[in-house]
């Protein structure tokens, strides 16, 4: 993770605690992945997006698995109807807020606290973003956003109105912001490529998945 800063890393490893409860269980599962064998570590992700980093864990943890992302690969890929009843989340759906949405223009901004299931949605939809993160992997999502794959803009932590409205306009009227939407587009035609098949990353990961856990046991 190249210029990653200590501002960047996820919240509970900032911490200055070494028996915070979030730490300890990142260093135990990390640990239990490596020495423990499972089967596979399956990533909502897509090979473009994150090619360095899961090359990385590649290297150090069992088969990993990038299959995102799981919205449009289940778009993509599923025909049943019944099973495209099924979503990928565990909540439940706020249809008034995606009537707003869909009222509003076409490539509009999105202002975003950097949860990876928005970033990823922002990036498969591309559409750039306004980030605002908190807390948890939100800094870490945020950085990327902004200087890896150049479709974000950070708001500063002392949040004002006219910086809001300043970071708004520069993404729908200026020089930078059409550079945003630009990438923005290009991510959206990568993660699009990644979910189709036949040669798509994601559908080839899938693949290997299925081939790996549920075939080749019964061959």
């Given at each position: 993770?190249?210029?990653?800063?200590?501002?960047?890393?996820?919240?509970?490893?900032?911490?200055?605690?070494?028996?915070?409860?979030?730490?300890?269980?990142?260093?135990?599962?990390?640990?239990?992945?490596?020495?423990?064998?499972?089967?596979?570590?399956?990533?909502?992700?897509?090979?473009?997006?994150?090619?360095?980093?899961?090359?990385?864990?590649?290297?150090?943890?069992?088969?990993?698995?990038?299959?995102?992302?799981?919205?449009?690969?289940?778009?993509?890929?599923?025909?049943?109807?019944?099973?495209?009843?099924?979503?990928?989340?565990?909540?439940?759906?706020?249809?008034?807020?995606?009537?707003?949405?869909?009222?509003?223009?076409?490539?509009?901004?999105?202002?975003?606290?950097?949860?990876?299931?928005?970033?990823?949605?922002?990036?498969?939809?591309?559409?750039?973003?306004?980030c605002w993160p908190f807390f948890a992997e939100q800094q870490t999502n945020c950085k990327f956003a902004c200087d890896e794959w150049g479709v974000g803009m950070e708001i500063d932590s002392d949040v004002k109105r006219d910086e809001v409205e300043g970071l708004v306009r520069e993404l729908m009227e200026g020089g930078k912001g059409e550079e945003m939407r630009r990438r923005a587009a290009e991510w959206k035609t990568m993660a699009v490529e990644a979910t189709t098949a036949p040669s798509g990353s994601s559908v080839a990961n899938l693949d290997k998945l299925v081939q790996a856990l549920l075939l080749s046991p019964c061959q």
């Open positions: 993770m190249k210029n990653i800063r200590l501002r960047d890393l996820p919240s509970f490893i900032r911490t200055t605690n070494p028996a915070e409860f979030m730490l300890e269980f990142v260093v135990h599962e990390t640990e239990r992945a490596r020495t423990k064998a499972p089967s596979a570590i399956i990533l909502n992700t897509f090979d473009a997006l994150e090619h360095d980093v899961l090359a990385a864990l590649s290297a150090i943890l069992p088969p990993v698995y990038s299959i995102g992302s799981l919205s449009l690969l289940s778009h993509n890929q599923i025909t049943d109807p019944a099973l495209k009843s099924i979503s990928s989340s565990l909540w439940k759906e706020e249809t008034e807020c995606l009537r707003w949405l869909d009222a509003k223009q076409p490539n509009s901004v999105l202002y975003t606290h950097n949860g990876w299931n928005s970033t990823l949605e922002s990036i498969c939809s591309g559409v750039p973003m306004i």
